[in-house]
């Protein structure tokens, strides 16, 4: 049976991951609170940001941007989002 948290993006319970996504005080905050389903979205959304804005992800000053902007997604504050980004259509006759 997989776990579930209280998963702050969403205020219900989720699934949870099944570990912490990186070490550290973080990591561990983020196994304990966000479920999988938003870590998956926020993982969408960073890998957007990485290609959009052309992030050096080796870069400290792109893994604070980042780090800031993940916080923010996971706790549905306004993020920076990709500016080029344009969802792709729902095509009804499919």
């Given at each position: 049976?997989?776990?579930?948290?209280?998963?702050r993006?969403?205020?219900s319970?989720?699934?949870?991951?099944?570990r912490?996504?990186?070490?550290?005080?973080?990591?561990?905050?983020?196994?304990?609170?966000?479920?999988?389903?938003?870590w998956?979205?926020?993982?969408?959304?960073?890998?957007?940001?990485?290609?959009?804005?052309?992030?050096?992800?080796?870069?400290?000053?792109?893994k604070?941007?980042?780090?800031?902007?993940?916080?923010?997604?996971?706790?549905?504050?306004?993020y920076?989002?990709?500016?080029?980004?344009?969802?792709?259509?729902?095509?009804?006759?499919?």
């Amino acid at each position: 049976m997989s776990r579930t948290v209280f998963c702050r993006k969403y205020q219900s319970e989720q699934e949870g991951l099944a570990r912490p996504p990186f070490p550290g005080p973080k990591g561990q905050d983020i196994y304990e609170n966000v479920s999988k389903q938003a870590w998956q979205e926020w993982l969408h959304e960073q890998t957007m940001l990485i290609n959009e804005k052309h992030l050096n992800v080796m870069d400290p000053e792109a893994k604070r941007f980042l780090d800031e902007q993940r916080d923010r997604f996971l706790n549905n504050e306004n993020y920076e989002k990709a500016e080029g980004y344009v969802p792709p259509a729902h095509d009804a006759n499919k």
